[in-house]
Nanobody, 121 residues
């Protein structure tokens, strides 16, 4: 079994910064794409940023230039540095990863439980 656990959410004023982290644990042979998604109030969950195993990144237009996704494969972690936060960034942020099992070698997609980010105006 594989678990993803996020941390680092909280309350911040507009213009401030927050850093999220997510650690994967369990029967892991390797980790492929890692991503951050968010669900804002009344909206569907959207992908915010993604990082491939080789380090290629992609961002939704609304956060490009303000958010940075990075990963540390040795620690099985993915990070999201969020700068110049806006009230519309408020939501629950979820970690997502493609993980190859060390038990059966199958590739499966996993989600964390989410961490709340609230940006006040």
């Amino acid at each position: 079994q594989v678990q993803l656990v996020e941390s680092g959410g909280g309350l911040v004023q507009a213009g401030g910064s927050l850093s999220l982290s997510c650690v994967a644990s369990g029967a892991i042979a390797s980790i492929g794409n890692m991503a951050w998604h968010r669900r804002s109030h009344g909206s569907q969950r959207e992908m915010v940023a993604i990082i491939e195993r080789g380090g290629t990144t992609n961002y939704v237009d609304s956060v490009a230039g303000r958010f940075t996704i990075t990963r540390d494969d040795a620690k099985k972690k993915v990070y999201l540095q969020m700068n110049n936060l806006k009230p519309e960034d408020t939501g629950v942020y979820y970690c997502n990863a493609d993980v190859r099992s060390s038990i059966d070698q199958w590739l499966r997609n996993y989600w964390g439980q989410g961490t709340q980010v609230t940006v006040s105006s």
